[in-house]
């Protein structure tokens, strides 16, 4: 099995309707992004942050992955869908591939919040590997809720 297509955790989902997870921008829950290799079984049933086939230390990428920045993360609602997005995240000094990510919420006991699918491996050679999050739009938001 492997990553195959970018979606919302179905638990996520659930844990929304039960106030577990706070995207409030300054003051909310901690969220991280961690990356994985094509070797990953990652999808929607993800539950929770995994260290199983993740990318290696390397450079500015450990264990876990990164945070995600606190104040870079913004909510809205327009046009009767409510979206989140998260500033960009780099790791600098790294020579990995990856095939993909999961963003999770380490203030949630590190629960699974979406699974990115990179469509194929993604490199750096002793550089920077950047993950670039859509427009904060209501069609292209990284998370959306119609």
């Given at each position: 099995m492997a990553i195959t297509t970018s979606a919302v955790c179905n638990s996520f989902k659930k844990e929304l309707l039960e106030a577990k997870h706070d995207f409030t921008q300054t003051t909310g829950d901690k969220f991280k992004l961690a990356l994985y290799t094509n070797s990953a079984t990652l999808g929607?049933?993800?539950?929770?942050?995994?260290?199983?086939?993740?990318?290696?230390?390397?450079?500015?990428?450990?264990?876990?992955?990164g945070a995600l920045?606190?104040?870079?993360?913004?909510?809205?609602?327009?046009?009767?869908?409510?979206?989140?997005?998260?500033?960009?995240?780099?790791?600098?000094?790294?020579?990995?591939?990856?095939?993909?990510?999961?963003?999770?919420?380490?203030?949630?006991n590190n629960s699974a919040v979406a699974v990115l699918d990179f469509?194929?491996?993604?490199?750096?050679?002793?550089?920077t590997f950047t993950v670039q999050f859509p427009a904060f739009t209501t069609?292209?938001?990284i998370l959306r809720i119609s």
């Amino acid at each position: 099995m492997a990553i195959t297509t970018s979606a919302v955790c179905n638990s996520f989902k659930k844990e929304l309707l039960e106030a577990k997870h706070d995207f409030t921008q300054t003051t909310g829950d901690k969220f991280k992004l961690a990356l994985y290799t094509n070797s990953a079984t990652l999808g929607k049933s993800t539950t929770s942050f995994t260290t199983d086939n993740q990318v290696a230390n390397t450079g500015q990428y450990t264990t876990g992955g990164g945070a995600l920045a606190v104040g870079a993360q913004q909510t809205s609602v327009a046009t009767n869908t409510a979206i989140v997005d998260f500033g960009d995240r780099s790791f600098t000094g790294v020579t990995l591939t990856a095939r993909g990510a999961l963003i999770y919420n380490t203030s949630n006991n590190n629960s699974a919040v979406a699974v990115l699918d990179f469509g194929g491996d993604k490199s750096a050679s002793s550089g920077t590997f950047t993950v670039q999050f859509p427009a904060f739009t209501t069609s292209a938001a990284i998370l959306r809720i119609s």
